[in-house]
Structure formats: C-alpha cells, structure tokens
C-alpha cells in the first residue's frame, strides 16, 4: 500500500513544478509583451512628430515658393520683363559663369605650361652652368698646369727671375697673365725690325748650337747681345722713367731667321702702329 500511494503523490509534484515555470514563463512574455508596446507606442509618436514636422516644412516651403514667384512677378513688373525674360537672363548669366570659369580653367592651364617650361628652361640652365663650371674647372687645371711649365729664367743683366715662354702654347699663357705686354717677333739677319717702341736687328744664328747674336735699339742707345742662348731673357732698360723690358728668342729656324717676343711693363708706353697683346 505504502508503494501505491507514493506514486500519485510524485505525478503530483512534477505537475506543481511545470505550472509554476509555466506560469513565469508566462509572466516574462507579459512583460516583454508590455515593453515592446511601450517601445513601439514611442516610435509611433516620433513618426507622428516627424511626419507632422514634414507637413509644416512642406507648408513653409509652399509659401516660401509663393512669396518668391510674388517677388519675381513684381520684379518684373517693375523692369518690364516677362517670366521667359528673366528666365532668359537668369540663363544668359549662367553661360557667362560658365564662359567665365572654362577661361579661367584655360588661363590657368596655360600658366602652369609655361611656368612647366620656365621650369623645364632652369633646369637646362643649371645643366649648362654645370657644363661651364666643369669647363672652367678642366680651363683653370689647364692653366695651373701650363703656368707651372712656364721657366723661371734669370735674366742677363741682374738677379731678376722672370717666367718665359718656350713655345707657343706657353706663350698664350703668359699673355693671359696680363701682368706684361707681350710683342712677339720673326727676326731675319741683317733685317732691323720694329718691336714694340724698340727695334731689333739679328746678326748671327747658329742652328746647331742654339745660339745666336742681335742687337737692341731703344732710345737711341744700342745692345748688344752676343752668343746668346734661346729661351735666356735678354733685359734692358728703356723709357723716361726706366723700365726693364725683355727679349727672349724661342727657336732658331735656320742660319738667318728666328722667332721670340719682347715683354714689356703694362705701365710701359705702347706704339701706335701696334698692339700689346
């Protein structure tokens, strides 16, 4: 007996217990229920207010539209126009805008070409300059080079150490030195010959041995200079205010001719019938 009437009292508890979570699940859809109610009751009032927002701007702006089609129509009462006439000039100055705008947009577009050539332009300046300050670099190495080839030579009548030219090349650069007057000469025997404000007559030249002899006219005095060697600076001295000039004698062509130049002072006067170089 005590096993039968246990069983009817467990289908009881069981039941108790499904009712009671039936019931709160029941009570938690209620309440859910409720807050979606609220929450959609609060975004149908805002769709009301928004839409009644919508209707006042859509009045506002019937009437905005009437005001401005009464301020148009008196407008063009007052000038005398026509709603196509204002129409015409409110179109007439959209295409000036636009003319306006399409030039500026040309104006400027040409000015950035030719500031891309100016550009352009610099750039081939500063290659140029680049050009011409490598030239003048390998110009002045050139020159340092030729310049210390140049001989110092003292000359026949005192201590005094001048640089000379041997030949052609090293003569240019003691002209651009600029520090002298340079007078270069071809000399044939027995032939005087004006040089600069002196004159210069040859009278032997000995091939083999380099040597040779000549004279030196200036201020009607005479030099002679005898059996001397080329490339020796033969001095002298000429002017009012004596000044050291020299002879120097590069090569010996033959028996009778040979060739040089006469250095002179820059202060030193120079002849009219020729040029200092």
Known sequence: MSEIDDTPRTYSGALLAAIAVSLLAAIAGLIWCATLSSRLGNAQ????????????????????????????????????????????????????????????QSAQKQTNQQLNAVSSDVSNVKTDVGGVKTDLTKTQSDLSSAMSQLQSMKGDLSDHSSLIARNHDELEVLKHMGDRNIYEFTLNKGQRKPV????????????????????????????????????????????????????????I?????????????????????????
Do not use: C
């Open 196 to 251: 600069g404000t002196v004159s210069l007559e040859l009278h032997k030249a000995d091939p083999k041995h380099n040597r040779f002899t000549l004279e030196i006219y200036a201020d009607d005095r005479k030099y002679e200079k005898k059996d001397r060697n080329t490339d020796e600076p033969l001095q002298f001295y000429s002017g009012k205010t004596p000044q050291l000039y020299e002879v120097v004698v590069n090569n």
């Open 253 to 277: 062509n033959n028996k009778n001719q040979v060739t040089g130049y006469l250095s002179t002072p820059k202060s030193a006067p120079v002849p009219v019938t020729a040029t200092a170089q």
């Open 45 to 104: 009032t805002e769709l009301a207010d928004a839409k009644q927002q919508n209707v006042d701007l859509a009045a506002r702006l019937r009437e905005t539209d009437a005001r401005l089609r009464v301020t148009t129509d008196e407008l063009g009462k007052s000038l005398g126009l026509t709603q196509k006439q204002l129409d015409a000039r409110a179109q007439e100055i959209i295409r000036r805008e636009q003319a306006d705008t399409q030039q500026l």
